[in-house]
């Protein structure tokens, strides 16, 4: 009985199933308890009507109150607003002990998936086979602005997107129920939600208590709205039941979420790209970047509060690109798809038929990426040119919204149609919050040095003027010295109020960083069109591969994650980060205590020690550890994205918070691995024990239906 | 019956058995299978007849030829030396294909036991209870210089040592033949040799090929000789078998070797003041100083080689500092310590007899520390001072020498006595070729500037005049430009030349820093005067303790190491890092390949990526591992000095070379832990792999009684 138990669980594997996907899938032969019909439903609610995608995060309802439950570092935000230095939240953590006392998460929203539908045949009708490429592109870019813009208007408050399955070949309208009221509930410290920091990030073991309870509103009549006193908790279709008695090592679980993006059906020659020229370009820029301003921030707290959100950024990118760069290196996963390639010419080759629509399909794709490869050093200047310097990319959103508000609604590029604008606004705000003026005069001193010694015929000439010639540094410094002295950029009134101007109203302020971007404008213009023009050839060329590759491996593919909710399962499980070394999937408060130093980002709470020592552990002890859980290892498949996904049981119970994956399975993004393919989540025992002994917070576990602690 | 086994099998223990202890050992409870007379024995030979001191280092006789096995880091001097940019041996490895081939590896020796005898009584016959502490400690001291100079007249060829086991309580007398032609045989190159460098040094999983084979010479007719082509290999008495099949995790193994020095009969005093003052101190020195010697070789080769070795010695102290401070506080050692004290205290308190004899003893040693504490600023100046700066301390040598050589040679410091004077010589030379001048000049100025803002009454007042009062920095740099320039102690002629001159050929020098050493050395005389009447006062109370302990706990103790040759025992035994994490006990070439980047210090050659590749594993491949074993991890109590010591089977025969301890294990020195104390050896299945398949020297093999691969 029992082998043949084990015989029918199904080897873990590669997989976010999309909602379409779901229905098709043998759950228990899984190892799960529920089926289908449990998660997605469209007569009665499923665990999806639980779900929310909270900015680009996960979260999940766990009450009928309309209590979510996400990452600390997906709502941790809400309270830095609000913070000032003497109430500092995001150092002291935040709880509202009632209703009355939570704290409106400005700029948050959540929304619900409500429907979907295929839409690919509405949009490819869009296109024919006589386009151009750029054409091509622009004609399905207008036609998906279309079907969201009249979706919306047909139903209000919510929100429509159409999302790209497989490139050039399938496509799906969603809709989302929209809520913008959002108020912080339980956000703890960030010595307990951030623990281990830049340093634990992307690694396993891992101690980081990355949740945090937030908790939506809509008006008295159930409606979506913006804040007011006066709104009522939201009622959702569905709530998770959480399970306090958590999971074990080999359990199967599962995860809804929402992953952003993955590669993997790219080819070898997009992966060659990335491995040998933008992610090393990068990763080198973001660590310069960030020694630079670690630097800045040494003997200035104040530049350091400032930077420190920048700097987590691009540690975050950093790290993420040097783990897959050893994960490419160490999987040897460019010369393993040049192998699958190869089979796959070989079996095109073997069909005269196949020849015909087939045979240059791999060797044209090759020829966009050498097309990259041979101007990415000029492409790669621009990319990270307006990216360096947040003064700049002002200028630029300022020039471009005083040519693009001038067009129809449907012809702007996306961010300034009437639907995105006020968020588009919203941002610049809260990147003016963090300016810090030395960072960036340094970063785009550092650009435009790069861009001076460009290489004749890869030069930007639009520079020339200012940049000089190599060997002459004195122009930039004279440029950069007049120009932040004088822009007005640097002010928030001012820069709202530009932003939306006419080019007249533009030239009359004539502001040196407004002028740079207007000077450059044509070569960011001329970069798009090439883009949209490689775009156009691969979304044909790849709906080719996705057919042809069906014919050889004779099976269905799963599409990349594009931030659409995925399905993902899988078990609890360890693995060998390297040789002779064996992680075990769960972790407990003794590695917090090892791990402390007193110093950030190792500095735990007094108190949480003071309970630890106690061996203060109530019902969330783990029997065999003798401890209280913190945190899950398990071979499920994410990305970023999954960041608050709940992690479920057999049952479908919340059994933990998803928030990031081992260092070697960075490279998930590109190619599934089952030795190192491993995402973290806070467990559930280490959220209800901290709420509960912790926090001193048990009325929210009574609303979650649990007992305390 | 099987559970029987098990529990015939001890637990580990801490235990670094001197040589007069190893009779009274059960060693086949432990899981060997050799008695304590296979290990030493008056009448035959016994293993330790096999086993050498090779400078600060193990060794040991692998074949009837004087072919020793020791480690690289032990050995790699002797190619080193006669390197060049066209020949880098230390780069490309060495290897002679014959006897004739061998180079000669000068300024190494070997030593090795012949007898050894309790001298307690004569030692402590010396010293009466009137006498004070300095007296106490100068009568020991001169006692000892008799008995080894009269022991080596005794017994030309020979070199004897008295080493002091129990601190104030016990003494033996080792004499050692003495061998001085040693020549390098093979030294696989650094990337082998090396790999994994500074980052992986005290690191666990390891994959460094730590080896290297050295052959001793003797004059014709078999006595001890200084280098000469005509010399001939030296025939042991003993030599170890070699066990080509290895062992697996949890077999019995033991080691014979040298340990340097331990600390855990020291108190809690001790531990603190290492952990709150001395350590600390020198580790934020050390750091600050490696920090500013990469920036120096960073865009300069020929500097980065000269400093190469100043770096690695002062990252190896740092590291092994650093891991103690961690395991300090990990374990909470001084309070622990102080605990055991504490009861201790009451057990003296519960008699009075006990109390007359042992009430003060714990008070009375703190009092020394406190002291040491109290005097810690001005003391660690002094002492860095000197060690910073390489100039400096040359001129210490030659102003010392110039005083000690006047007195009678029993008088002198053991340094300038005739038996070690030569030696003392030979360290300048080879001191001198890794001087940089930037750096010593840096370093110089930095713990002068130390000096200069020591507050009043702790202050150096002989450097007043160069140094100045904080705030005016011109004096020090005024000072060091001009001593710098004008100095004739970097020309190695003129060094040698006034090492061993009078004081009035010294004055005629008129060198700066032969003034300065000569301005200092009353502080330093102070110092070490002040240090001989803590010793003498230590030396007593440390006598008392032991005595206490050893009422208080009914058991005897085993003495501190003390560079005199230890037996200790254990298995083949993982351990968990940290939470959630687990170490296995054996490494393998996918390991290599994994750490691999091309890159210093993961730069394996090409031919051994080859031969992973092609699993050309031969008769050393590992049969669950499918893969040849790398290196070894077990839980023997092991310190510095043990470095090369053969790691040895129940048998007795060679299975892998001794040459780390994991990170956790650096707190090994002050306490054994049976959790983290973990030391690593290189396994001989690499060994001879590599001198098989990848060096093709199976003659080596053969030599050895083993059949190639």
């Given amino acids: 009985m029992f082998v043949f138990a084990q015989l029918n669980i199904a080897r873990t594997e590669e997989g976010m199933y999309p909602v379409s996907e779901i229905h098709k899938l043998n759950l228990r032969s899984k190892g799960l308890k529920v089926n289908p019909g449990d998660i997605i439903n469209s007569r009665h609610t499923g665990l999806i009507d639980a779900i929310v995608q909270i900015d680009g995060c996960t979260g999940s309802f766990v009450s009928p109150e309309g209590l979510i439950i996400t990452n600390h570092h997906c709502a941790f935000g809400a309270v830095q607003a609000v913070s000032t230095a003497e109430k500092d939240y995001v150092k002291s953590g935040f709880l509202a002990m009632s209703k009355a006392e939570e704290i409106p998460a400005k700029g948050y929203s959540v929304r619900i998936i409500e429907s979907y539908s295929d839409v690919s045949k509405e949009v490819l009708a869009s296109v024919n086979d006589s386009m151009a490429p750029a054409e091509r592109s622009k004609a399905m870019e207008m036609k998906i602005k279309q079907m969201v813009t009249s979706a919306e208007k047909e139903h209000p408050g919510r929100r429509a997107e159409v999302s790209e399955m497989f490139t050039g070949k399938s496509y799906m309208l969603f809709l989302y129920l929209y809520l913008k009221d959002l108020r912080a509930v339980y956000v703890p410290p960030r010595s307990i939600g951030e623990f281990g920091g830049e340093n634990d990030n992307w690694m396993w073991p891992r101690h980081t208590g990355d949740f945090a309870f937030v908790r939506a509103y809509v008006a008295p009549d159930g409606t979506p709205a913006e804040y007011s006193p006066g709104n009522i908790p939201f009622h959702p279709k569905k709530y998770l039941k959480v399970a306090p008695e958590g999971v074990q090592e080999n359990d199967p ?69 040097r783990g897959k760069l050893t994960g490419m290196k160490r999987l040897g996963l460019v010369e393993k798809k040049r192998e699958d390639e190869k089979a796959l010419q070989d079996f095109i080759e073997a069909d005269s038929k196949r020849i015909k629509t087939y045979g240059n399909l791999l060797g044209d794709i090759g020829k966009i990426y050498e097309e990259m490869s041979s101007h990415s050093e000029y492409e790669l200047t621009l990319d990270y040119l307006r990216q360096s310097s947040t003064l700049l990319s002002f200028a630029f959103t300022v020039y471009e919204a005083s040519r693009e508000l001038k067009k129809a609604d449907l012809d702007r590029e996306a961010a300034y149609m009437d639907r995105n604008f006020p968020r588009l606004k919203e941002s610049l705000t809260l990147s003016l919050q963090n300016y810090h003026e030395p960072a960036d005069k340094l970063f785009l001193k550092e650009m435009l040095g790069r861009a001076r010694v460009l290489p004749a015929g890869r030069r930007i000439s639009a520079l020339d003027s200012i940049i000089g010639t190599a060997g002459s540094s004195g122009a930039i410094e004279g440029f950069l010295d007049s120009a932040y002295r004088t822009t007005s950029l640097k002010n928030e009134k001012n820069l709202l109020d530009a932003l939306g101007k006419s080019s007249e109203y533009l030239d009359q302020m004539n502001d040196p960083f407004i002028r740079l971007a207007a000077m450059l404008y044509p070569s960011y213009q001329e970069l798009r069109e090439t883009r949209r023009r490689r775009e156009g050839t691969l979304s044909k060329l790849f709906s080719l591969l996705v057919d042809v590759k069906q014919q050889f491996q004779k099976k269905d593919f799963i599409p990349d994650a594009n931030s659409t909710l995925r399905l993902t399962f899988g078990r609890i499980k360890g693995y060998s980060p390297s040789d002779a070394l064996n992680a075990y999937p769960i972790t407990t408060l003794r590695g917090i205590i090892e ?17 630890y020592k106690a061996k203060n552990f109530g019902r969330f002890r783990h029997k065999k550890l003798n401890d209280v859980p913190v945190a899950l290892l398990y071979d499920l498949d994410t990305t970023g994205g999954n960041s608050g996904s709940p992690l479920l049981n057999a049952k479908g119970e919340i059994v933990g918070v998803n928030f990031d994956r081992a260092y070697e399975a960075t490279i998930n993004d590109y190619a599934w691995s089952e030795k190192y393919s491993r995402s973290i989540a806070v467990d559930i025992r280490y959220v209800l024990w901290v709420t509960s002994k912790f926090a001193g917070a048990d009325y929210l576990l009574g609303e979650m239906g649990v007992r305390g602690a």
């Fill in 253 to 321: 679980v599962f995860i809804l979420g929402y992953p952003g993006r993955t590669y993997r059906h790219r080819t070898s020659h997009y992966m060659a790209y990335e491995e040998n020229i933008r992610m090393p370009y990068a990763a080198d820029l973001f660590q310069w970047e960030i020694a630079a301003m670690e630097n800045m921030g040494k003997n200035d707290h104040a530049a350091a509060i400032k930077l420190s959100g920048r700097i987590k950024g691009l540690a975050n990118a950093m790290k993420n690109y």
């Fill in 595 to 611: 791990k402390t130093t007193g110093e950030e980002p190792y500095d735990t709470p007094q108190k949480l020690i003071d309970l």
